[in-house]
Nanobody, 126 residues
Framework: QVQLVESGGGLVQAGGSLRLSCTAS????????MAWFRQAPGKEREFVTR????????TYPDSVKGRFTISRDGATNTVYLQMNSLKPEDTAVYYC???????????????????WGQGTQVTVSS
């Protein structure tokens, strides 16, 4: 089992920045990809970004590319999501997730992730 705990959410004005953190514990060696998803009210949970623990490769959808950056501190089993130039449409609950899928699988669907954090609210005001 892997436990994930997110922190760092909050309220920010449009154009501002936030950094989310996700610390993993338990059998972290069993997972190969870390990711962030988000879910806005009334919408499905959507993929934000992923990072491979093997080769460091990342994936971003167009909606956040160039504004969000995922990074990892292997020593502390912590994954970060740096969010810049935030927009009101970025408002959502952000979830950290980890997957046992490995190359050539590049997991970007929710059903490809086995472990989830409790979520942290990000609100961007206009």
């Amino acid at each position: 089992q892997v436990q994930l705990v997110e922190s760092g959410g909050g309220l920010v004005q449009a154009g501002g920045s936030l950094r989310l953190s996700c610390t993993a514990s338990g059998r972290t060696e069993s997972t190969y990809t870390m990711a962030w998803f988000r879910q806005a009210p009334g919408k499905e949970r959507e993929f934000v970004t992923r990072l491979s623990k093997i080769d460091g490769s990342t994936t971003y959808p167009d909606s956040v590319k160039g504004r969000f950056t995922i990074s990892r501190d292997g020593a502390t089993n912590t994954v970060y999501l740096q969010m810049n130039s935030l927009k009101p449409e970025d408002t959502a609950v952000y979830y950290c997730a980890s997957s046992i899928a490995r190359w050539p699988i590049v997991p970007i669907r929710t059903d490809e992730y086995s472990y989830w954090g409790q979520g942290t609210q990000v609100t961007v005001s206009s």
